[in-house]
């Protein structure tokens, strides 16, 4: 009698251990600035962070138990075919595995949003691996900021082929491709302190 009372007050204090642990993880993914998905040892999903609910357009309680795949759809940028998720290179390797470059989340609504993510083992005590931690983010501003560098340098290539050839043609060069602004203003400053 008195050891099954004190067997049952063991497990409950483990739970209730178990439950503030639980309860502390809960907390720190919601504060995390990042896209945050967990999974099981069989890719279904066991939490979305507030981010993750944001970005995907699923939410904790509909995304719970469904597969991986199904929440977090990627394509290529560049294709727009579908890219296999890191989730289950992980869960085969059982190690970190980052995304390849270039991948769109496919939200559920269909819209897209390009992303870079990484994900890495959970692992239990003993070294096992319990599920999948996926972290990601929404890289759509940079990407449009590479684009338009990439853009930029380009025509400053293409004007600088068209002063250089002798066959190139200046008469698409506008004014300020030929003129140094900035010499020319410093030359109109110095002259306006002469005169």
């Known amino acids: ?5 004190f067997e049952s007050f063991g497990r409950r204090r483990m739970q209730g251990a178990l439950a503030v642990e639980r309860e502390r993880l809960a907390v720190t993914l919601q504060s995390i600035g990042d896209a945050v998905i967990t999974t099981d040892i069989d890719g279904r999903v066991t939490s979305l962070n507030g981010v993750a609910e944001k970005l995907t357009g699923w939410s904790q309680a509909e995304a719970s138990g469904r597969a991986i795949g199904e929440v977090f759809r990627i394509v290529s940028e560049k294709t727009g075919e579908p890219v296999e998720g890191p989730v289950g290179e992980v869960l085969d390797l059982g190690k970190i595995v980052g995304l390849a470059n270039h991948v769109a989340l496919v939200k559920r ?4 949003v390009s992303i870079a993510d990484s994900a890495a083992p959970i692992r239990g005590r003993d070294g096992m691996t319990l599920g999948v931690v996926l972290v990601f983010r929404d890289v759509t501003a940079e990407r449009r900021a590479e684009e338009a560098l990439r853009t930029s340098e380009q025509r400053v290539r293409l004007k600088l082929d068209s002063i250089l050839s002798p066959e190139g043609d200046v ?7 030929i003129i140094d602004a900035s010499s020319l203003q410093a030359l109109m400053d110095e002259f306006y302190k002469l005169a």
């Open 1 to 5: 009698g008195r050891w099954e009372v």
């Open 109 to 112: 609504d269909g819209t897209q």
């Open 171 to 177: 008469g698409n060069l506008e004014l300020a491709d």
